[in-house]
């Protein structure tokens, strides 16, 4: 089992910053990826970055530029930095942790994951 717990949302307006972070606990295996996703309501939860135990990135296209997804293993926490956040970044952020796919990667949707934080709110207005 693996526990998650993300901290560091909030309220800004548009262009502002916010710095989310996730502390793991439990059996933390190392080779896992780790992961930002994000949702709104009525719609389905989306990838937002994730990261490879080598440390490789993936980040959707809309926040390219803007966000970094890092961790820092020693103290078991993943980070995500949010910076010149837009409205259409308003929703609620899950951390999630999983295995590496077969080719090694990281997979980029929900179902690749099986463990969940509760998730932060983001809201950015305009």
């Known amino acids: 089992q693996v526990q998650l717990m993300e901290t560091g949302g909030g309220s800004v307006q548009a262009g502002g910053s916010l710095r989310l972070s996730c502390a793991a606990s439990g059996n933390i295996n190392r080779r896992n990826c780790m992961a930002w996703f994000r949702q709104v309501p009525g719609k389905g939860r989306e990838e937002v970055a994730t990261?490879?135990?080598?440390?490789?990135?993936t980040y959707t296209y809309s926040v390219k530029g803007r966000f970094t997804i890092s961790k820092a293993d020693v103290a078991n926490t993943l980070y995500l930095q949010m910076n010149n956040l837009e409205p259409e970044d308003t929703a609620i952020y899950y951390c999630?942790?999983?295995?590496?796919?077969?080719?090694?990667?990281?997979?980029?949707?929900?179902?690749?994951?099986?463990?969940w934080g509760q998730g932060t709110q983001v809201t950015v207005s305009s």
């Open positions: 990261i490879n135990h080598d440390g490789s990135t």
């Open positions: 999630a942790a999983g295995q590496v796919l077969y080719n090694g990667a990281c997979g980029r949707f929900k179902e690749f994951y099986d463990y």
